[in-house]
């Protein structure tokens, strides 16, 4: 079975420009998750997907933040404008939806954005 | 406010020596506490996790310990082995309340010299 995967692995961009990061999750897993770790400190929240809806998008940063999940397979996380303290690495989870909760989440390799 | 927090930042430890992660929480209403393991390049891998309702749990070498009184739980490594040289993360989450998104802690890098 197939992991989680990301695209790019890296970016590096200027300041004010416009980056599009990309998450397959496992084929059959409904919830997604993107995080985000700044140098240096913890492994951030940014949002989660049930299929495409979004469940709860409380950690994104800023309306510079776009995330969409369309058709509820494969996700998009742009950045428009990017700014200096976007850099870091992006990671996707996703695991499947059942009620019984305590679903593990399978982790991407992430995506490392540099903005300069 | 880092509602999970982590310590040591690194350790290194001999072969055959026990590393312990430390980690701290704030909010009572969580209920799933993961630790995560991490090497270069790959994204971080679910190691073991545990539940409120137990105090310990082990698996092979990994065990955690979880004092819900004090807010606290930690990861030991026996024996440790240089294959176990990785960045930990430690989590937390409110499963059914907020879609079992995971608050981590800093992470602490591992080196186990040989």
């Known amino acids: 079975e197939a992991g989680v995967t990301q695209f790019p692995s890296h970016s590096v961009i200027e300041k004010g420009q416009t980056v599009t990061l990309r998450c397959d999750p496992i084929?059959?897993?409904?919830?997604l998750y993107w995080y985000r770790r700044v140098m240096g400190k913890e492994i951030k929240f940014l949002l989660h997907?049930?299929?495409?809806?979004?469940?709860?998008e409380s950690g994104m940063p800023n309306n510079r933040f776009l995330a969409e999940r369309t058709g509820g397979t494969y996700s998009t996380l742009k950045v428009q404008p990017a700014e200096l303290e976007d850099s870091g690495v992006y990671f996707c989870?996703?695991?499947?939806?059942?009620?019984?909760?305590?679903?593990?989440?399978?982790f991407g390799p992430g995506t490392r954005l540099t903005v300069l | 406010q880092q509602q999970v927090k982590q310590s040591p930042q690194s350790l290194i430890v001999q072969k055959g020596g026990i590393s312990i992660i430390n980690c701290a929480y704030e909010?009572?209403?969580?209920?799933?506490f993961p630790w995560y393991q991490q090497f270069p390049g790959k994204g971080p891998a679910l190691l073991i996790a545990?539940?409120?309702?137990?105090s310990e749990k082990k698996e092979g070498r990994f065990t955690i310990s979880f004092n819900k009184s004090a807010k606290q739980f930690s990861l030991h490594i026996m024996d440790s082995q240089p294959g176990d040289s990785a960045t930990y993360f430690c989590a937390a989450s409110r499963v059914r309340a907020a879609g079992n998104k995971l608050t981590f802690g800093g992470g602490t890098r591992v080196l186990v010299k040989p």
């Open positions: 997907f049930v299929k495409e809806s979004k469940q709860d």
């Open positions: 545990i539940r409120p309702d137990v």
């Open positions: 084929s059959g897993h409904d919830n």
């Open positions: 909010n009572t209403a969580f209920d799933y």
């Open positions: 989870a996703s695991s499947p939806y059942r009620d019984s909760s305590y679903n593990e989440q399978f």
